[in-house]
T-cell receptor
């Protein structure tokens, strides 16, 4: 798998504001997976993107894969306190192992 | 529905001691992965098994680390002669190997074993 860089490292928002985290690679990615890790918890799979320009939605979450398959984003509309946690993107290697970014830690002020 | 389980959840050991962790994957999953996670970082891949075969090892896995999955079910990760730098959360994950025609398989993580080396 290829290395992926995530920005920002931290994001503090007021409840109801939107949030976006970005995942970038210098090389073409075969796929991108997104995981959420709540404080004190373990990573939980959210979604996988495979196709160029792919967009997937899960309620208030929108995931995009860039046309060149070198970047991806996760956008949360109208954040809630339940959205608190660290969001990781990960690239799947040829053997199935995942190469994770460092994550974006989201805090939401009620 | 039982997810991935790991034991123990916490382990405190003195430098130089050996420790062993256990992971029980989701029963129908063929693949089992070990990751290490330190504070503020994403999980780092250590090794993975397809059934009982260990197919890949990261360069992070020094010769003090050994992993087994003897019957293709549970797995153990042993760290010999622990060092303070080994303090981390050790995560196990499992995944299926069927049902997808593209991309990688999603991984289901266990709660982890937090190791503290004093």
């Amino acid at each position: 798998g290829q290395q992926v860089m995530q920005i920002p490292q931290y994001q503090h928002v007021q409840e109801g504001e939107d949030f976006t985290t970005y995942c970038n690679s210098s090389t073409t990615l075969s796929n991108i997976q997104w995981y959420k890790q709540r404080p004190g918890g373990h990573p939980v799979f959210l979604i996988q993107l495979v196709k160029s320009g792919e967009v997937k939605k899960q309620k208030r979450l929108t995931f995009q894969f860039g046309e060149a398959k070198k970047n991806s984003s996760l956008h949360i509309t109208a954040t809630q306190t339940t959205d608190v946690g660290t969001y990781f993107c990960a690239n799947g290697g040829s053997q199935g192992n995942l190469i994770f970014g460092k994550g974006t830690k989201l805090s939401v002020k009620p | 529905d039982t997810g991935v389980s790991q034991n123990p959840r916490h382990k405190i050991t003195k430098r130089g001691q050996n420790v062993t962790f256990r992971c029980d994957p989701i029963s129908e999953h063929n693949r089992l992965y070990w990751y290490r996670q330190t504070l503020g970082q994403g999980p780092e891949f250590l090794t993975y098994f397809q059934n009982e075969a260990q197919l890949e090892k990261s360069r992070l896995l020094s010769d003090r680390f050994s992993a087994e999955r003897p019957k293709g079910s549970f797995s153990t990760l042993e760290i010999q002669r622990t060092e303070q730098g080994d303090s981390a959360m050790y995560l196990c994950a499992s995944s299926p190997t069927s049902g997808r025609t593209s991309g990688s398989y999603e991984q289901y993580f266990g709660p982890g074993t937090r190791l503290t080396v004093t």
